[in-house]
């Protein structure tokens, strides 16, 4: 095993101490940015529920708004509800393998390449609906292609020999959108002067803004929430390309999830609009509605993901 095997190894098994311990210690912490909701009753007999983000339907600034699912989940089903953030998409993949959380919100392309394995081991528990009208009352989002508010490039075709930033190579939004983008363009043999890998689209979209990158492609939902709500950087880069639409990012569940516990949890979030608490809390996030979705919906990524094989691009430069 490898320095980073071993690394991705320790953290996961660190991380699966810490929801041990939280789920001893109500009131345990860590620095991963663990909440937890918890409503006792003598009738409860289900074990904690633990929910881990990486794609997201707001930005980081909103995380507040997962912890509030999590507290409504916890309340409507009466069970523990923990949730994790700050980890990476490999990092979640890892927990979802071994157990350590049951749902998690991931982009479409982490989804696929767990459901598509011999044994899949995730499956879809439902995805948000945006409230803007750019989203058409669906379950779909764009990858933004931004660059500074006061650049002078108008086109994606301007941005050759540019420093371009990504999140993550298993971004769909961040990394197989453009990277199809450009296969359509026959660009593949060099089209940025130089790639940089920022973590995550909040990185992606500060470096845009103070300079340090050139153009960025970013998930829209993500900019769209931080241009509300925190504009700090958000208000100094503007959209030049919009790509898609694609299926939007996902909140899947563990197929070790049983199947009475799987049918509870979609309820709460499919009826979370027609009920005043649930409503509020999808409206400070710009969401109308969770709604059922099915795998099929998810070959658009899969078919930019499959080009990509096909041509031999595999990697943006």
Excluded: W
Excluded at 135 to 143: A, E, F, K, M, N
Excluded at 242 to 261: D, M, Q, V
């Amino acid at each position: 095993m490898n320095i980073n095997g071993l690394f991705l190894l320790l953290h996961t098994q660190l991380l699966a101490l810490i929801l041990l311990l939280a789920s001893a210690f109500s009131e345990a912490s860590a620095s991963t940015a663990l909440h937890s909701s918890t409503q006792s009753s003598p009738a409860d007999s289900y074990q904690e529920l633990r929910i881990a983000m990486t794609a997201a339907f707001v930005s980081e600034s909103g995380i507040h708004v997962y912890e509030e699912i999590a507290d409504y989940l916890g309340k409507k089903l009466r069970r523990k509800v923990t949730f994790v953030t700050g980890l990476s998409y490999n990092t979640v993949n890892e927990m979802i393998d071994e157990n350590i959380i049951e749902l998690a919100f991931v982009c479409g392309l982490p989804y696929t390449m767990k459901h598509d394995l011999p044994n899949p081991v995730v499956r879809l528990l439902a995805a948000p609906v945006m409230q803007a009208p750019r989203y058409q009352d669906r379950p779909i989002y764009y990858s933004d292609v931004i660059v500074h508010k006061n650049s002078p490039f108008q086109r994606f075709e301007d941005l050759r020999d540019t420093v371009f930033v990504y999140n993550d190579e298993i971004s769909n939004s961040g990394y197989n959108m453009p990277r199809a983008y450009l296969i359509s363009l026959h660009e593949t043999r060099g089209f940025f002067s130089n790639l940089i890998r920022s973590g995550s689209h909040e990185e992606s979209i500060r470096m845009v803004a103070e300079g340090k990158a050139q153009a960025s492609a970013v998930d829209s939902l993500v900019l769209d929430y931080d241009r509300r709500h925190n504009p700090k950087f958000a208000g100094q880069v503007r959209i030049i390309k919009s790509l898609g639409p694609a299926a939007i990012p996902p909140l899947i569940a563990s197929t070790t999830l049983p199947e009475k516990e799987f049918q509870l949890i979609q309820d709460v979030l499919l009826g979370m609009a027609n009920d005043p608490k649930g409503k509020a809390i999808l409206n400070s996030a710009g969401v109308k509605r969770f709604q059922k979705v099915t795998d099929d919906f998810y070959d658009d990524i899969r078919a930019m993901r499959d080009l990509a094989k096909k041509t031999g691009f595999s990697q943006i430069r």
